[in-house]
């Protein structure tokens, strides 16, 4: 079973500029996550989809957005890019049933953005 | 507020030796754990979970063991390999808090040959 891909791979954007990344997860989970990580606040959630509605939103202003397809394919947006948007995007799929909080989260490999 | 916090930032042990990550946290709401292996400009990769109402789960030479009552959890690998080289999050989920892990900041282990 392929598991959660990440497109693109790298991403090189200036202030003020606006970025779109995807998320496919693994085939037949029904609950994407998305994480940013950076070397000074570590991984940190920045919402959760399932079948198609935002079910959970972390501390982030409203520059990141999201949304998920009825594929389960999600996208995530940064609009007004700041420099210390700079980070390690990713995304995690679980649960083939979207049942709860406690559902494995298998991650893919990540969006390297950086802002210049 | 740093609900799960793991205190050691590196950790160092000879191959063939037991490795021990520790891990704490705060929210009584969690009820599950998990710990991930990650390597640079990757992914976390999972490595094995406990539900709260267990003390101890064992995969191969991944056993994690929690205790309640201390808010603490620790991740024991035996025998270490150099393979095993990488950061290490604990993470813990639970409540209403739908798709959300709360990760600690990670520890680094090296195995040396």
């Known amino acids: 079973k392929a598991g959660v891909t990440q497109t693109p791979r790298y991403l090189i954007k200036t202030r003020g500029q606006q970025v779109t990344l995807s998320c496919s997860p693994i085939s037949g989970h029904r609950s994407v996550s998305w994480y940013q990580q950076t070397p000074g606040q570590g991984l940190q959630f920045l919402f959760e989809y399932f079948s198609e509605t935002q079910r959970n939103k972390g501390n982030f202003p409203g520059r990141f957005s999201g949304r998920q397809f009825s594929n389960s394919r999600s996208e995530m947006n940064v609009s007004t890019l700041e420099l210390g948007d700079s980070a390690l995007y990713l995304c995690?799929?679980?649960?083939?049933?979207?049942?709860?909080?406690?559902?494995?989260?298998?991650f893919g490999p990540g969006t390297r953005l950086t802002v210049l | 507020d740093q609900q799960v916090k793991q205190n050691s930032p590196s950790l160092s042990v000879q191959e063939g030796r037991i490795s021990i990550l520790n891990c704490d946290y705060t929210n009584s709401m969690f009820d599950y754990f998990l710990w991930y292996k990650k390597y640079p400009a990757e992914g976390p990769t999972f490595l094995i979970s406990i539900s709260s109402i267990k003390d101890k789960n064992e995969d191969g030479r991944f056993t994690v063991f929690l205790n309640k009552s201390a808010k603490h959890l620790s991740l024991h690998i035996v025998p270490s390999q150099p393979g095993d080289s990488a950061v290490y999050f604990c993470a813990g989920a639970g409540g209403t808090s739908y798709g959300k892990l709360t990760f600690g900041q990670g520890t680094i282990l090296t195995v040396h040959p």
């Open positions: 995690a799929s679980s649960s083939p049933r979207g049942a709860g909080p406690t559902d494995t989260q298998y």
